[in-house]
């Protein structure tokens, strides 16, 4: 398929469970259910008087400089954590890919959800102190900018982000992303297991670069010089839509093994 050239790759990782999925938190709404960040941040711009299409963490940052972070904290936990939200059936396809990792930058729990109601053994890992007490060959869902039902541990503002690969309490949880392949472009110390190659759905490549051999990222509609910034980086973008790459992975995932 040439919307997808790097899928022989991903077919291999797949198939020997080393591939690490980061999910971000853009994927658009009508596919997860819940507003997307950018959603999130034109909300609360509005509600606060301030620019529209700053990114949330932008909009968190002039919100907490007021001495207002209960108010975003607030508004995340009542928009996310709505009783009437549950996983769709986006959630529904990734909980069935055999990926060793999932990586979530989202802040509701509806991965979780998705993979509890699939009696597929995982870990949710919010905090730190939770990888000492992992299961042995369980999928690891990390929630590395933290879960609206535990506000204490969520990642938001431009500080908050910046600070998050230096931030001792949360060592133990960021060593387990290194150690599935993924790191932030201020964390280049880091040695990851070389096993594992990530890719990521759902967002920009963001501030992440590869320490893995590979990286693959969903980013339709980047011009060609922003992709040739993020091959610099060995990050090979998949110029096709979120859901047909999660569709393609299932496929892929539920393929049958040749003898």
């Known amino acids: 398929m040439s919307a997808f050239p790097w899928f022989s790759d991903l077919a291999e990782h797949l198939a020997d469970g080393s591939l690490a999925l980061w999910v971000g938190g853009d994927v658009p709404q009508t596919l997860i259910g819940v507003p997307t960040c950018q959603a999130l941040a034109a909300d609360?711009?509005?509600?606060?008087?301030?620019a529209t299409g700053l990114p949330l963490a932008e909009v968190a940052q002039r919100l907490a400089r007021r001495g207002q972070r209960w108010e975003f904290?607030?508004?995340?936990?009542?928009?996310l954590g709505a009783a009437d939200h549950g996983p769709q059936s986006w959630h529904a396809l990734l909980a069935s890919l055999p990926v060793s990792h999932f990586i979530a930058t989202a802040y509701d729990d509806l991965l979780a959800r998705a993979l509890r109601a699939g009696s597929r053994p995982f870990d949710h890992l919010v905090q730190a102190g939770q990888v000492a007490l992992r299961t042995p060959r369980a999928v690891g869902?990390?929630?590395?900018?933290?879960?609206?039902?535990?506000?204490d541990t969520l990642v938001v503002t431009e500080n908050d982000?910046?600070?998050?690969?230096?931030?001792?309490?949360?060592?133990?949880?960021?060593?387990?992303?290194?150690?599935?392949?993924?790191?932030?472009?201020?964390?280049?110390?880091?040695?990851?297991?070389?096993?594992?190659?990530?890719?990521?759905?759902?967002?920009?490549?963001?501030?992440?670069?590869?320490?893995?051999?590979?990286?693959?990222?969903?980013?339709?509609?980047l011009s060609m010089a922003a992709q040739a910034v993020w091959e610099d980086r060995h990050i090979h973008i998949l110029e096709a839509a979120p859901l047909a790459v999660v569709e393609r992975l299932h496929e892929l995932g539920n393929r049958p093994q040749s003898m």
């Open 141 to 151: 869902l990390i929630q590395l900018y933290g879960w609206v039902a535990q506000p």
């Open 73 to 79: 904290t607030d508004f995340l936990q009542r928009t």
């Open 161 to 221: 982000h910046l600070q998050l690969w230096e931030n001792a309490a949360k060592k133990a949880l960021l060593d387990r992303v290194r150690h599935s392949g993924g790191a932030s472009s201020a964390d280049s110390g880091a040695r990851p297991d070389r096993s594992h190659v990530q890719a990521t759905v759902g967002q920009h490549p963001g501030p992440f670069r590869a320490l893995t051999p590979a990286a693959y990222a969903v980013a339709p509609g």
């Open 44 to 50: 609360l711009a509005q509600r606060y008087g301030l």
